[in-house]
């Protein structure tokens, strides 16, 4: 189509260019092409302008895709379709993507990457089955397989899978995987059939696969496995396989370099480590047929005899096969010596060889040896039978051709054996099934011989098939979508076919008639050819060389065929008489009696009787069909069995001949997608409409064209209609429309607006055809001729550029309008400023003049008056002070006659003062220094006693009598309660006391103030006295700093014995003890974990294994049997390991705590205690909490069963309201007090802070000893009103739920009524029903059997629970252990039937919260020490193991309530999760694929299906809720519902991650934000329903919701470490596989070296967790289950036989006692 658009060639867009060593080149447009210029200047890579020489419009080189196109999963896709197209877009998705598979059509094209990849495992098997559509993953092998399935199980047709390439290029790989692939979705349990089927690949790769230069294991010979499927369940029934043209030649003959097929080597290597001395195949036996051996992986013949075991070979058989092939290497190393001309023997040095080949084919040695150098001829018309010996050359090829034969026998009947082992076992059936064929592809050697020609014959075959299909596929899409369409035409190769196998002169017609000719030879039929067939375009003669070869122009490539061989191949000739000999054997008679002749063959002696009779009989049998006819006819057989089914094609592609891992070489690949059709797809493709958009997308993707379009087209000439499209809706132009028809319309106006309008004529140019050849409307998909899609992606670009500029344009003009507004009005600003400054100055120079001329004249008055003043004052100044002065002399001398005295009287007072002080202050030094000094000498002597082995056991002994001092105490803490009242009023005592130590501290303080004044007044008195006092002032600083160091001495014991101190330091030990016990905790806790998963998983194979041995053997009369005694006792077993592996870690645990206890070694004692009692207290709060819930949904749950009347519902649920409201109520006054309490605490806790203080400062007058007595009795008063205080909150809720329960009993008088009697009649029962050992069958069937869900909402909650446990005890009771071990077994029995039975959610949910709740009573009334002791509990029977069943049963019963769940919301994930759009969409780019038919059985039930109006994630969240209320309903503890929920939501997050990770279309940041909202409506919906530990269940989205974000996130090189830490929850593999899918939209791609840097600072980072390539999340993976353990507080004796159970004659089996 270039013809048609020249104009598209302008500057800046790219090209195609040819180029010697890639094939294309791409290079840029530097120059716009003019038609008139003929040339077209370009520039490529390198910046070199390169002008193109262009002829004429034709002769325009390949434009390029839109980058948005590049990287497309399907070819047919592209706006572009040529070989450079097809060619960038594989290397691009090989190199840069690493995806394998691209789609071209209907055909997948594989790419063999020649490494391992992780895209094979079962968890893909499973999502491209259960997807909606396989279509909408990414290209793989499993599609195509899953789209052969699904049509053969919703159309009844047979399908085939044709895969096909050249050697090396991953043919058998890919049919293994489709075979695996069929025997994982179509297996069954009750045969193995589908291993068999796989079991077939080993064995046929190791005789008919082999090295070759191009390949490690070629496969020589081609296959069509048929895998039978059953008309019903369509689970796998049998196969059967065909094999074609073995390349037997490689037996005797390799290539430099090959090798022969892998079994040789396989067998010298197994029998010389198996010890087979019988085929002396050793060491040190140097065979010719095996060449240079190089060691492989193929070597390895396990896999071999483990797939022969597998399909039932017989040890007979096996041995026939190891002796076949060791005699065929014995028979290669025979050698013949030339004697004359005409005459040969057999080498001395091969006698040997001879003596082996003979022994193990049991043949006779003289007649062997004989016939490998001899035959017989009939000479003459009467027919005389003559011996000719064989000269060394013709021995040698005989022997060869026999060795061939032979290996061709045992390949035969090996496949024989493979067909009847894998045949159905009811035959007259017609079976539906699936081929899978393995055949060669197109082959192209320097010496091309007789195989090569039939394996190009069959291509061709093969290729016309496809071409006519593809047609055919073709013209039914343009007829469906009912539109306008011409015969589209394509490259025919009927032609060459008929030149080979045309009758009579074609070449193979040829070739047998002259394998007739007595004189035949390769020249003469060489000759033949070239002159009775027709020389043209198909048949062409050699310029050199033509009389032997020749060349036929396949739609491939041109072949020149050597016809040296051609004869002898042909007629594959044998010796008769070696035929003879090898039917004689009676080792390997199996292989060649075939049952032609009617006689028996005699044996004697080794010489064969020769007759005439016998002689024609063997003429008549050397006229046998020839290679060639053989060849045609059985691929006559398979063409017609493909036409009879619907074939899907795989072409496999060898990237290069180096088998480097993903090296794309383009010259090989460009050779191959020749040869093996892909590119005739593309252009029978692109001679019609092959671009195909629906009409969402296309409006989705193209409305912005609609923006703005009808006002160009007011300048341009309207239509001769004169009518303007009719503009859409608002919404429609935004969001696209979920109406087709309004969709439609959309899509027409756009059409019109670029093709008939021309709006966009300045971009498209004018010299388009008419708009009707380009483009077709069908019903659902708008239909586009080649490079149209391009075309309309650069108008998009250009329109989206204007759009962008139109936005720049008014953005600056706004920013500058804004600008200069901000200008002008800061001018003004500035004017009004200026000019207000100028007026102000103005008014302040006329102020300051006028207050100047006022200063002036206050000034000069006030000098004035001054002056007076000054001279009056100056004189009574003078007068005053002389008067004075005298007067001050007079008191002078008075005064200092007092001061002696007085100073006199105080320094003798002084002096006795301080001597005293001095003598008391050395005393108590003295004392102190004497006191500390015994201190540290007890002090050295506990810290040895500390160290000892001695001490830290008497701790240790110490710490366990403490231990069980404490369960002693908080029994005696109920009679304590009486003497708490005194202690109050000792507490009010006390702080009587202490408000007089305050006012005492008071009085010393005023004391003090005042000496502190006297002091002053002193200080004062001598600094006036300093003078004459120097010496006394020296001597009391003196005095001051020895005071000073005192007080330093002091405050320094003070530190070394303050209990503030010392507390600190015990709560520094208390936090390490604390810490490291929860680390300790945490890696038990793990370890547990990790042991309950192994073992459910564990029981979970059990379990299956023990439903397939009842379906497969076991019949129904056997059900009433017991369980198996020995599963019983390795149950049993399994118990005892795990109680010993309890006590192991409750050992190990008091080992920790010993080591950390020890590691502190002051106070350790008070540090363990403390932990003990924390530990403690913590277990009972957590116990009382979940007591208090499972009661109040007992209550509240068994009267909501209990309600039958819509009026009452109303009236109860009113009264539950006021019930609550009064409940919160008397919550918040308890909240209130509880405050009230906390402060009183904390008030004694500050008057003890204080008391501590006050013990600080008088530590002279109190010792250590009594301060630390002091505050442990403190803390110990305050540990007690703590329990006190928890007492009454505990008092207080048993009394709110007596409250409750009490108001719901009242609100039904005849139930209280009932109660009143029960408790009267209550009070003389044992708690235990008495029955009869012949009842139980019909006790367990109306209790378990028969009970169905909805009955059991009608009465109280674990009913049935209780009824068993109280048969328990009353077989306990009678202590009959009989009975006991009766009634568990066939209790036991019954739960497992009533399960198998009814496996829907609502009977699992009950027998789950049954079991539990009677696991729990068989823990709780066992009598064991951990579980407490009991009136109730068993007296003679230890029922451990039975308990450890149950809790097997009740795990069992949790993993069938996960699976019922999973099936339930299989088919919701994707759709709620991955394609609702609940957010408005945003216009950008989306993705769109080929619409293929998905799996039939990827479809759920109908039931479960959204409806049209309800949106995909309400009904996820209506399965979800309607689990959360059948949890509820049936009381379910809190801890299971959470383990439930985690396990759903995994499976949510791996089901939907996995979908994503195969899903190109949805790599999308919009797609993500529309993903992260759907999330968000799950983690509402688990708060709203407040799901336990909801932030557990949510965290399980997090890979998800990480994948997400990385969509979302910015892609460049400074945002790599912020997606590498953000994504910690996501593999290397899986990051890297959602940045290769990730579509961009107009953003630009992100590029390969990107991806690699990602990739490089995952390995960096990611070094310590180890190679993690997991691409896939594991659906099947289960976390394990814990059974909580919360006694119950129902009282047996008050259980009774519920109303509806009494009508089903329970009453009549069962007597309460």
Known sequence: MNSVFPELYTKGSKIWTKHTTEVWQCVTIKINFNQSDKSLIVEDEDLQEISLQIKDLSSLPPLRNPDILIGANDLTSLSYLHEPAVLHNLRVRFLDQSAIYTWCGIVLVAINPFCDLDIYGEETIQTYHKSQGSAQLDPHIYAVSEDAYSKLERDDTNQSIIVSGESGAGKTVSAKFAMRYFASIA????????????????????????????NDNSSRFGKYIQILFDNQSRAITGGNMRTYLLEKSRVSRQSEGERNFHIFYQMCTYAQQNNLKHLNLDYETEFIYLGQIEPTQYDDMTRFVEAMHCLGFTEKQQNLIFNVIASVLHGGNIQFTRIDDEKCCIEQQSEHHLEIFCQLLDLDPLATKQWLTHRLLKTGVRGEII????????????????????YETLFSWIVSLINKALGPTNSTINYHFIGVLDIYGFEHFEINSFEQFCINYANEVLQQQFNQHVFKLEQEEYVREGIDWQFITFTDNQPVIDLIESKPIGVLCLLDEECKMPKGSDETWAAKLYSQLTIGDVFQKPKFGSKNSFIIQHFADTVIYNVEGFLEKNKDTIMEEQIDLLKRSAVVDILFNDGLSSEPLQKSGGRVKITPQQSQQKQQKQAKATVGSQFRDSLFALMKTLNATEPHYVRCIKPNDNKAAFEFNNIRAVQQLRACGVLETIRISSNGFPSRWSYPDFANRYRVLRVGAHRKSKNIQKPVTGQTPKAAPRKLVRAGSSTSNEIRTLCEDIVKIVYEEKVFAHISGDTQPQAQQLYQFGKTKIFFRSAQVALLERIRSQKLKECAILIQRMLRGWLMRRRYLKIRFTVMKLQCYARGFLARRLFIHLKQTKAATIIQTKWRSWTARNKYLKLKRATIGIQSYCRGLLARKRFNIIRENLAAITIQRYWRGFTTRTDYRKTIKRIIIVQSVIRRYFAKKELKKLRIEARSVEHVTNLNKGLELKIIELQQKVDELFNERKALIQNDNDISEYKNQFTKLEMDIKNLKNDLKQKELEFQTLEQEMTDAKNNNGKLVNEIQKHKTTINHLLTNTAKIKQEFDPKLIEDAVREKEKLLLTKFEKEKKSLIDERENEKASRQQLLRKYMALEDKYQSGIRGEDEDDRSPDISTVSLMMRCSELEQESAKCKQENQEMRELIASSADLEDNERGASLLAQQCAQMQIELERFKEERTNLKTIVLSQESNIKDPGSESELISAFKAIIKQLEGELEETKQTLSQTKNEMNSLTTDNNRQQQLIGINNENISGNGAENLVTRFKQENTVLKEKCEKLLLENKNMKMDLMRRKIIDNEEDELESVKSNDLQNANYMGMFEYKQQNEALLLKIL????????????????????????????????????????????????????????????????????????????????????????????????????????????????????????????????????????????????????????????????????????????????????????????????????????????MCSSSLNNLLLRKDLCHWNKAMQIRFNLSSLEQWCREQQIPKWNECVEKLEPIIQATKLLQTRKSQEHIQTIVEMCNKLSSSQIIKILNLYTAGDEERISSNFIKQVQKHLIEQRKSEGPNTTLLMDTKYAFAFTIPYIPTDVKLQNISIPPVLVKKGLATVLKKI
């Open 187 to 214: 297996g069954t349990d009750s045969s193995n059939i589908e291993n068999r089927v796989l079991a077939s690949n080993p064995i046929m790769e190791a005789i008919g696969n082999a090295k070759t230069t191009r």
């Open 387 to 406: 011996t000719k010996t064989f000269t060394a050359e013709e021995a040698q090829n005989g022997r060869d051709a026999l060795l061939k034969y032979v």
């Open 1344 to 1547: 378990i059997q028969d009970l169905e869900p909805s009955v059991a909402l009608k009465f109280q909650p674990h009913i049935p629970s209780y009824i068993l446990f109280m048969c328990i005890r009353y077989s306990d009771y009678n202590n009959d252990d009989i009975m006991v071990r009766s009634f568990m077994n066939n209790t036991i029995l019954s739960l497992k039937r009533t399960i198998k039975r009814n496996t829907n959610v609502e009977t699992l949910v009950l027998w789950l919260s049954n079991t539990v709740k009677l696991i729990t009573c068989l823990k709780q009334f066992s009598g064991e020490e951990p579980f407490g002791e009991f009136d109730e509990s068993l007296k003679n029977f230890d029922l451990s193991e039975y308990r450890q069943m149950f809790s097997d049963i009740a795990i069992w019963i949790h993993q069938g309530v996960i699976k019922q769940c999973e099936e339930r919301i299989q088919s919701l994930i994707v759709p709620a999760i991955l394609e609702y759009e609940g957010l408005a969409s945003s216009g950008m780019y989306s993705q769109t694929s080929i619409q293929r038919s998905g799996s039939v059985s990827g479809d759920t039930d109908s039931t479960l299906s959204p409806s049209p109006t309800e949106k995909p994630i309400e009904t996820l969240i209506k399965e979800l809720s309607y689990l959360n209320r059948i949890l509820l309903l049936h009381v379910i503890d809190g801890d299971i519902i959470h383990q439930i929920f985690k396990q759903l939501f995994y499976f």
